[in-house]
Structure formats: structure tokens, C-alpha cells
């Protein structure tokens, strides 16, 4: 698999190159799906002689004005699984987001897939279930989830070989996945223009954010690179992916840096920055693997919202 698309190709299929021998792995293909609003991108990977895979961070659409969910991107991916033909066994996240609604439960319900997150999301469900006051309303083991993947662990989907590698530091609960050359870094790795992602959520540690970077940086130099989001600085395209290589030479906040001067630059960083316009309402969602609060007599469910005097 060493296919790497030029520079600025536009976003679509990626694909490997390598032939079809019957001792070589299976042909990985990925179809990257841009949500415009939050710059939040999801990916379809599949086998393309098996046609067995699976969805990677996909997206709920909300509505803040009107208070209302959708499944228009979720559609989008279903649309490209149902004419490709794909046998959906999984859908991965590689954390409890707080930029936008997990469209997991979808494909859950749509396509019988199983829901996976890493093994540590019970300490981001404590923590936002103490910020919201949810009390033993909210069990905090993570049991919402389907399959709960450890550093290390290999899940296997069809001929698809997916390794988790526990990268926190933007949440204490992030995950990536290797499948192949390709890595899905969430918003621990961005393209090299953006950085990487805030740690002043609960449990965030810039520390353990530089950590996880080096064990992501002692990959291959080939390695693709995957993000979770691409903010399109300067109203740039959307970016390909990039590769560790590429990260090392050029990531704008870690190369270079030290330890404590990564710290210093991304708590400066963060105490700069707001709260994320969804993350009141998308966290209280995420947390319980994208399914609503029991809903009142009136078929309507309620997403609490923490409020404190200034």
C-alpha cells in the first residue's frame, strides 16, 4: 500500500496500488466524507475484494435553531456502502467528541454494526457525568459501547487488521487506528498547517499529548495520515493525507519542541480558546454512544446543558 496522492488532489477514493497476489493483504480503500459546518471528516474503509469494513468518526447533523438531528451526512455514507455493496461491520471512534454528534447508533440500526471506542471512555463519561450532575443516571463503564479496544488491541474485520493505539492527551480516552499504511489520528494529529488538538477538555493533558505524538512519530515515515478534522486555513482545499514524514518535517506545533515547551505553547494555545459551539449538547449525546435520553410522554427527549454565574 504505497499509494500517496499528489499534493493537491482533491478529496475522494484513496486507494493502494499494490496487485492482486492471493498471500498479500486485502486491497485497503478509503473514502473520505467532509462535514462542511464543523470540518469534521469521516472515513469508509473497506476491502476491496471482500468488500467487508467499516465507518470511522461519522457525523449526526444538528440543528441548534430548531433543535433538531438529522442523518443527512450519515446518508451520505450509507449511500456510498449500499452502491459499493459493503458488508458494514464496524463503526470505530477514536473518542467522545465534543465538536459534533457521533452518528454511530445509525449504523448500528441501519447496518448491524458494532460500536467501538477506547478502552478508557468510562473516565470521560465520570468526568462529563460530574460537570452535567447526571449521578448514577449515567453508568460510567463504558457498557454503551459495544466493543471497548485497549493500546495494542487488534480488532479484525473481515480481512481488515485494525490496531488500536491509545494516543490521549486531547481527551484521556483517545484512540487511533492502524489499519494497513493508514493511521486515523481523530484530532490528536491534524494536517501539518493545523497542529493538533486542544487539551483543555476534561482530562486533556498537553503532556500526554506530546507523549502520544512521539509514539505516533516512531511510525513508519511512509505511514498515511488520516485527521479528523482539516480547518482549511486561508480557505486552503481540503487537504489529502499526510504522512509521518511529512508530520515530522512540518507539523506548525510540535517539531522541534520539547516536552515542556510543547506544553507551554499548547496551554497558551487553549486558554485562548472558546467552547466549542456544540460541545454543551453534543458531549451529553456522545457520551452514551449517540443515543437521546429516554424521551418524555411527548416522544421528546431533553440534552441538558451545565449553567454557572459568571
Avoid at 72 to 90: F, K, M, T
Avoid at 230 to 247: E, F, L, Y
Wanted: glycine share 10%.
Amino acid at each position: 500500500m504505497m499509494f500517496a496522492p499528489p499534493q493537491d488532489a482533491p478529496p475522494g477514493l484513496w486507494t493502494s496500488s499494490r496487485p492482486h497476489r492471493q498471500a498479500e493483504p486485502p486491497e485497503i480503500a478509503i473514502q473520505p466524507f467532509l462535514d462542511e459546518r464543523m470540518s469534521t471528516l469521516t472515513y469508509l474503509v473497506y476491502d476491496e475484494r471482500s468488500l467487508v469494513g467499516v465507518v470511522i468518526d461519522p457525523v449526526t447533523d444538528f440543528e441548534p435553531r430548531r433543535a433538531r438531528l438529522s442523518n443527512s451526512s450519515n446518508e451520505r455514507v450509507a449511500a456510498a456502502i449500499d452502491r459499493i455493496g459493503i458488508d458494514l461491520q464496524y463503526v470505530l471512534e477514536t473518542q467522545v467528541h465534543v465538536e459534533h454528534f457521533t452518528g454511530i447508533s445509525f449504523f448500528q440500526d441501519r447496518y448491524g454494526a458494532h460500536s467501538v471506542v477506547g478502552s478508557r471512555v468510562g473516565e470521560v463519561q465520570r468526568a462529563f457525568r460530574d460537570c452535567w450532575g447526571l449521578g448514577d443516571a449515567l453508568p460510567v463503564d463504558g457498557r454503551q459501547f459495544d466493543v471497548l479496544l485497549g493500546d495494542g488491541a487488534v480488532l479484525k474485520a473481515g480481512r481488515l487488521r485494525i490496531e488500536a493505539l491509545h494516543t490521549p492527551g486531547h481527551t484521556p480516552a483517545c484512540v487511533s487506528y492502524r489499519i494497513g499504511d493508514a493511521l486515523f489520528a481523530g484530532d490528536t494529529l491534524l494536517p501539518t498547517d493545523c497542529g493538533v488538538g486542544r487539551c483543555d477538555l476534561p482530562g486533556g493533558s498537553a503532556e500526554h499529548l506530546y507523549e502520544s505524538l512521539q509514539q505516533l512519530y516512531a511510525l513508519p515515515g511512509s505511514t498515511r495520515v488520516f485527521s479528523g478534522h482539516d480547518r482549511r486555513p486561508g480557505g486552503r482545499p481540503v487537504r489529502p493525507p499526510s504522512t509521518i514524514a511529512a508530520q515530522r518535517a512540518a507539523n506548525v506545533e510540535l517539531n522541534a519542541l520539547t516536552r515542556a515547551g510543547f506544553a507551554s505553547l499548547r496551554n497558551r494555545r487553549d486558554a485562548a480558546l472558546s467552547v466549542t459551539a456544540l460541545m454543551p449538547t453534543a458531549v451529553y449525546f456522545n457520551i452514551r454512544a449517540g443515543r437521546l435520553p429516554e424521551a418524555n410522554a411527548g416522544a421528546v427527549s431533553y440534552l441538558g446543558m451545565p449553567l454557572r454565574w459568571l
